[in-house]
């Protein structure tokens, strides 16, 4: 079993920046894939951001999070971290981190991950 914990979230004015982190615990995540999901009210939840075992391969869910946040892991320290830069409100969301082995063309979607946080919340004001 693999145990996420997410850290990071809190409130932040348009413009700002947050570094969201991920701790693992229990089962190793070092051979396993790390992303980042968002869920707005209403909405489904949408990778943002993954990165395989060794940091080689990372995808970003669309153009927006690809020129503002950065996704980045440290194995030996079980960590995951997600830089945001230059939020806006649209970005206000319950962000998850997550765990798992997803196949190719999987790596952004749900349903390729095994583990979950319980998430923290950003919340962007204008």
């Known amino acids: 079993q693999v145990q996420l914990v997410e850290s990071g979230g809190g409130s932040v004015q348009a413009g700002g920046s947050l570094k969201l982190s991920c701790t693992s615990s229990?089962?190793?995540?070092?051979?396993?894939?790390m992303a980042w999901f968002r869920q707005a009210p209403g909405k489904e939840r949408e990778g943002l951001a993954s990165i395989s075992p060794n940091g080689a391969r990372i995808l970003y869910g669309d153009d927006s999070a690809n020129r503002r946040f950065t996704i980045s892991r440290d194995n030996r320290l079980k960590m995951v971290y997600l830089q945001m830069n230059s939020l806006t409100p649209d970005d206000t969301a319950m962000y998850y981190c997550?765990?798992?082995?997803?196949?190719?063309?999987?790596?952004?979607?749900?349903?390729?991950?095994?583990?979950w946080g319980q998430g923290t919340q950003v919340t962007v004001s204008s």
């Open positions: 997550a765990a798992g082995n997803p196949g190719m063309d999987w790596e952004l979607r749900r349903l390729g991950y095994t583990w």
């Open positions: 229990g089962e190793s995540t070092a051979l396993k894939y």
